[in-house]
């Protein structure tokens, strides 16, 4: 079992539609969650960070549940420009960081 | 710099050379981290660096891979005897050590292509 899981898609939405990710992981003792963003043939970079409290930013939601380790992302009243692979992403603090990622889940909206 | 560098962006070796892949991180950060991704997956770790401490290679696959940050900046990635399954993008990334929620920061990554 892989310790950050991912449905790896594809999503296939309209434009304007709202979209929901989920990720689980495995290791309890992981310390920090984060949605990177990775647009085909570029690096990864960071979407958002995940708290337990929950966080937005504009149309981005992401939920932490660290009972059940999982974590979710939604995107409200999605864009073309939001056609990507979305990572989930956890670090680990044990004597080293270590940034697990899961799989993407790779997101195309439609016109 | 202003970003993460790594060079070359595109690497074809042909199967048993050796390559090197190096990574300039961002300055001041103390963190280093090497993944490897195949196409359609996420990365997979490789090796994590706190200046030039070698803190985890767990994820280094075999003994032909070895990385080195002798002086706790500039990284090298080095792979010896280049097999067709090392054909992935090899990614570095670095952040600020001990900062909770700490962004990580990526370069654009080498493509090695092995034939």
């Known amino acids: 079992r892989k310790e950050v899981e991912q449905d790896p898609g594809p999503f296939n939405v309209p434009e304007g539609a709202t979209v929901a990710f989920n990720c689980t992981y495995s290791n309890s003792a992981s310390q920090s969650f984060f949605w990177y963003r990775q647009d085909c043939r570029k690096e990864p970079k960071l979407l958002m960070s995940v708290y337990s409290s929950g966080n937005e930013d504009g149309r981005f939601t992401a939920q932490l549940n660290r009972a059940s380790q999982y974590i979710s992302l939604l995107i409200r009243d999605s864009k073309l420009s939001d056609s990507a692979t979305y990572l989930c992403v956890v670090n680990k603090f044990q004597g080293a960081q270590k940034l697990v990622f899961g799989q993407g889940t790779r997101l195309t909206i439609n016109p | 710099g202003a970003g993460v560098s790594q060079s070359p962006r595109y690497k074809v070796a042909k199967r048993g050379q050796d390559v090197a892949l190096r990574c300039d991180p961002i300055?001041?950060?103390?963190?280093l981290f090497w993944y490897q991704q195949a196409l359609g997956q996420g990365p997979e770790f490789l090796t994590y660096?706190?200046?030039?401490?070698?803190?985890?290679k767990s994820g280094l696959p075999s003994d032909r891979f070895f990385a080195e940050r002798p002086e706790g900046s500039v990284s090298t990635l080095k792979i010896q005897r280049t097999q067709q399954e090392d054909s992935a993008v090899y990614l570095c990334?670095?952040?600020?050590?001990?900062?909770?929620?700490?962004?990580?920061?990526f370069g654009q990554g080498t493509r090695l292509t092995v034939v």
């Open positions: 300055s001041g950060h103390v963190s």
């Open positions: 660096f706190q200046n030039e401490a070698q803190l985890d």
């Open positions: 990334a670095s952040n600020l050590e001990g900062a909770v929620n700490s962004e990580a920061f």
